[in-house]
């Protein structure tokens, strides 16, 4: 079983920075893709980005791209997710998932159904 943490959420202005982190316990994250999804009120949870288990591929949605920087330290056990240039869109609940299956050129990383652990989430609010 992984248990998942996130933290870093908070207010911010439109146009600043926040990081994301997601602490995981229970086992290693190391052999996990993990993702980034959000929620925003009334919306669906919606794919944001995702990064292979030793962290040398990443993907992002298209609206994300350029601003969302996804990382990982499979030492600290530990996925984060830097967004900078922050939208009034963006305000959402983050929520970080991991997937056990093996990572491999082409697979699908975007789909909420593939990732087996999700932590509770943490509220991004962005004023305009």
């Known amino acids: 079983q992984v248990q998942l943490v996130e933290s870093g959420g908070g207010l911010v202005q439109a146009g600043g920075s926040l990081r994301l982190s997601c602490a995981a316990s229970g086992r290693t994250l190391s052999t996990y893709v993990m993702g980034w999804f959000r929620q925003a009120p009334g919306g669906e949870r919606e794919f944001g980005a995702a990064i292979s288990a030793s962290g040398g591929r990443t993907f992002y949605t298209d609206s994300v791209k350029g601003r969302f920087t996804i990382s990982r330290d499979n030492a600290k056990n530990t996925v984060y997710l830097q967004i900078n240039s922050l939208k009034p869109e963006d305000t959402a609940v983050y929520y970080c998932?991991?997937?056990?299956?093996?990572?491999?050129?082409?697979?699908?990383?975007?789909?909420?159904?593939?990732?087996?652990?999700w932590g509770q989430g943490t509220q991004v609010t962005v004023s305009s």
């Open positions: 998932a991991a997937d056990h299956r093996p990572f491999y050129s082409g697979r699908n990383v975007s789909s909420r159904s593939d990732y087996d652990y």
